[in-house]
């Protein structure tokens, strides 16, 4: 699979909102055929409708291999089969490990890592069957340090490596594997973080560029669905992210450490406080998984 995304069959989870969202819409407007996973029922099922076409949608948690293996069979079913996945689910949650609920610390690694590798899990077999593509969604976070993130560090740093480890067992079954990694994209994740904790704001806004600056989210889905159709090893969004991966060594080294730690005395305090006061540990728009369900098509679908 190279090339043309018409008549090709895309899966993509967290595809409710935000990147997953944008992509989906964009890989369909360019003539794919995409199924929606996620946790929103009533938002897969308005944008499934609203691409009009043989477009397919699950209510699914990717914590849960069950539902993905009947969402998959659900895709296989009505679409016949799938040529690309984006694993793109992801959450962060709120606070530090010494201020923080563990759980929400742990369930960000098994989203946005754990996830990723169930959803890989899932779709293998049908994947390898056409020759097709995996974009894993990491982020700059992977080669990137922040105090107030180390579970959505370590879950993207995580992402990055599994993609590189897979690439490498998938290659002579003709499979390519890409990883993803933007920085912050203009999406209710990040828009919730910057308002539920005003020092994580004024951290993000002292950062050099580009690490400070924020994305369109139509600018990364575009990225994305070039990535698709170019099976592509790296996509870094902005572009010029790929030149801080290729100074990871000088951005997580003692100096670094230094400048961001004389910082994080007094914005980890105050991100501590204000995650305290918060109530929760995840943005408003996060979704939180409910009873398992069965996956859905419209009878049209079927």
């Known amino acids: 699979m190279k090339g043309s995304l018409a008549g090709r069959v895309v899966l993509i989870t967290g595809a409710a909102r935000g990147i997953g969202e944008h992509t989906a819409r964009l890989a369909a407007a360019r003539g794919a055929r995409v199924a929606l996973l996620g946790l929103e029922a009533e938002r897969l099922a308005g944008l499934a409708a609203e691409l009009g076409g043989p477009h397919v949608w699950f209510e699914c948690d990717v914590t849960d291999q069950a539902a993905l293996t009947r969402a998959v069979a659900g895709t296989v079913d009505a679409l016949g089969g799938i040529d690309a996945v984006v694993a793109n689910a992801g959450v962060a949650n709120r606070g530090t490990i010494a201020v923080g609920d563990i759980e929400a610390l742990t369930r960000t690694v ?59 067992e998938l290659a002579h079954r003709g499979v390519r594997v890409g990883t993803a ?79 961001i730690a004389r910082t994080a005395r007094t914005s980890v305090p105050q991100m501590e406080a204000q995650a305290r006061a918060l109530g929760r540990s995840f943005g408003a728009h996060t979704p939180q998984p409910t009873a398992v369900a069965p996956p859905t098509t419209t009878p049209e679908e079927r």
Not at 199 to 219: D, I, N, Y
Request: glycine share 6%; aromatic share 8%.
């Open 181 to 259: 990694h933007p920085s912050w994209i203009d999406t209710d994740l990040v828009r919730d973080a910057k308002d539920d904790l005003p020092a994580f704001r004024e951290a993000l806004r002292k950062l050099p560029w580009p690490m400070g600056s924020t994305t369109s989210v139509q600018t990364c889905a575009a990225a994305f669905v070039d990535a698709i159709e170019r099976r592509r090893r790296r996509v870094y969004v902005p572009r010029v992210v790929g030149a801080v991966q290729a100074m990871r060594t000088v951005v997580l080294g003692p100096l670094a450490e230094r400048i």
């Open 110 to 168: 098994e989203v946005n890592l754990i996830g990723v590798m169930r959803t890989v899990g899932a779709t293998v077999d049908e994947v390898i069957a056409r020759r097709g593509y995996f974009l894993l969604v990491s982020s700059a976070a992977a080669f990137t340090a922040l105090p107030g993130m180390a579970a959505y560090c370590a879950s993207k740093a995580g992402v990055e490596h599994f993609g590189n480890a897979i690439r490498l």
